[in-house]
């Protein structure tokens, strides 16, 4: 079993950076693919980024490709997300999973262990 711990969020300007961190417990944390995904209020989780167990291959949503960027040190145990030119609309809820096929998947539902979140808020 994995746990997930979120840190690295809280209050930035828009069009500034924030990065989120992930750190995992247990020792194959580096064989599991991991997933960033947020939730804002009134809305559904949504798929962020994802990255494979080796970190050679990523996958992003649409309205955060080319502003985000995920990663991960597997020596570390930590995965990232590095959010540059923040939105309001950015706004939310992020949490990290993880995924024991070890690929980059954006279905919540391929994911198999969960962080607690950490709130991202962006303001105009």
């Known amino acids: 079993q994995v746990q997930l711990v979120e840190s690295g969020g809280g209050l930035v300007q828009a069009g500034g950076s924030l990065r989120l961190s992930c750190a995992a417990s247990g020792r194959t944390f580096s064989t599991y693919g991991m997933g960033w995904f947020r939730q804002a209020p009134g809305k559904e989780r949504e798929f962020v980024a994802g990255i494979s167990w080796g970190g050679t291959r990523t996958t992003y949503a649409d309205s955060v490709k080319g502003r985000f960027t995920i990663s991960r040190d597997n020596a570390k145990n930590t995965g990232y997300l590095q959010m540059n030119s923040v939105k309001p609309e950015d706004t939310a809820v992020y949490y990290c999973?993880?995924?024991?096929?070890?690929?980059?998947?954006?279905?919540?539902?391929?994911?198999?262990?969960w962080g607690q979140g950490t709130q991202v808020t962006v303001s105009s």
């Open positions: 999973a993880v995924d024991e096929y070890g690929g980059s998947r954006s279905s919540q539902w391929s994911y198999d262990y």
